[in-house]
């Protein structure tokens, strides 16, 4: 959860509070976790959303490694996963849907985890999800509510699926585009998860729907500390900023944005594009570690052995606060 209207009516629900519940809807992350054993917890997260691509198979691929990505933000191993289906079969019939569930299969194969079940209903609409369930021991977990002044701020991915896949529906993006970005969204946080897991993390969270600000924000406004963002060192996808300085915007990006300004400020100049994409709704968006500086240079080398082939250093934490975020430019 995050800012929004959906975030007011759940912050007024009945609040759970059991001595084995680690984390919950009291401190909003990217997965409940559930103590079974002084050594054992349960980490669960569900995710689904409409198509994002034109490819069935990728779609069922980035909804998998999307809905697995909550698991690995917080250092846990993904065991099961459940698929949820939403589809108009009398519509389109059962070919794409069959697409979509390999696609999503196969994501989950990756990961190492196996899919028990599902459940599917008639839709005019296509959704697909999954719910995840993972492991982790208890002092193991990597919450969004520990980083420390003085931390860096590294991102695993680059930024830009939202504007990218709006321009996508406009049929506005060339072929080689378009599988970059199908590559970049149904990349898995795997690697990215064991690198954080072997070098020590002080928090981490994972980038989506309400974009790098937004989940910044939650880390932010969770760990009681202020962050400073490097506009110059965020990395975008291939023809991002171009369309976002078009006006290729989602409406996400907007929302984002007028949640999050009373906690946003420029510091010097950041194009608009830049700004824009910087509030992008990204879909199965990559890590975002909180480290020390001790180990920042060891994460670095740790995430480029497991592939992962342009970490950014995006920012850094300034020192104790409430949530503030300050975008520095040139
Ligand atoms: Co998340
Ligand atoms: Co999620
Ligand atoms: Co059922």
């Not at 007024?12 to 917890?41: K, N, Q, S, T």
């Not at 019939?93 to 979509?100: A, K, N, R, T």
């Not at 719910?131 to 208890?138: D, Q």
């Not at 594009?273 to 990204?282: S, V």
Request: some cysteine.
């Amino acid at each position: 959860m995050g800012p929004g209207a959906l975030a007011e009516i759940l912050e007024h629900l009945p609040r759970f509070e059991h001595p084995d519940l680690l984390v919950g809807c009291g401190v909003p992350d990217d997965a409940g976790v559930y103590r079974l054993r002084p050594d054992l917890a349960l980490v669960q997260t569900v995710d689904f959303f409409t198509p994002v691509v034109d490819d069935p198979y990728t779609f069922g691929q980035v909804a998998a490694a999307n809905a697995l990505s909550d698991i690995y933000a917080m250092g846990a191993t993904p065991l099961t996963a459940m698929n949820l289906v939403a589809f108009p079969i009398c519509v389109l019939g059962v070919s794409p849907l069959q697409e979509i569930l390999r696609g999503g299969s196969d994501k989950v194969a990756e990961a190492g985890a196996v899919i028990l079940g599902g459940h599917s209903i008639e839709d005019d609409e296509p959704k697909y999800g999954l719910a995840v369930t993972g492991i982790v021991h208890p002092d193991r977990i990597i919450t969004n509510r520990g980083a420390k002044p003085g931390d860096w701020l590294v991102l695993t991915k680059p930024l830009g699926t939202g504007v990218l896949a709006t321009a996508l529906k406009g049929g506005l993006l060339d072929t080689e585009t378009e599988h970059s970005l199908g590559e970049a969204m149904a990349a898995l946080n795997a690697g990215a998860a064991r690198a954080m897991q072997r070098v020590g993390v002080n928090a981490c969270t994972d980038i989506t729907g309400f974009g790098l600000l937004g989940h910044l924000r939650e880390l932010a406004f969770n760990s009681r500390v202020d962050l400073e963002v490097d506009a110059a060192a965020v990395i975008y996808l291939p023809q991002a900023r171009k369309l976002a300085g078009q006006g290729i915007i989602p409406a996400g990006t907007y929302r984002n944005r007028d949640a999050l300004a009373p906690y946003v400020e420029v510091s010097g100049t950041v194009s608009a594009a830049e700004q824009d994409l910087l509030y992008d709704p990204q879909t199965s968006g990559g890590l975002l570690l909180a480290v020390p500086e001790t180990r920042r240079e060891s994460l670095l080398a740790a995430l480029r052995q497991e592939g992962i082939s342009r970490p950014g250093v995006i920012g850094r934490v300034l020192g104790s606060g409430t949530g503030k975020i300050v975008i520095r430019g040139v």
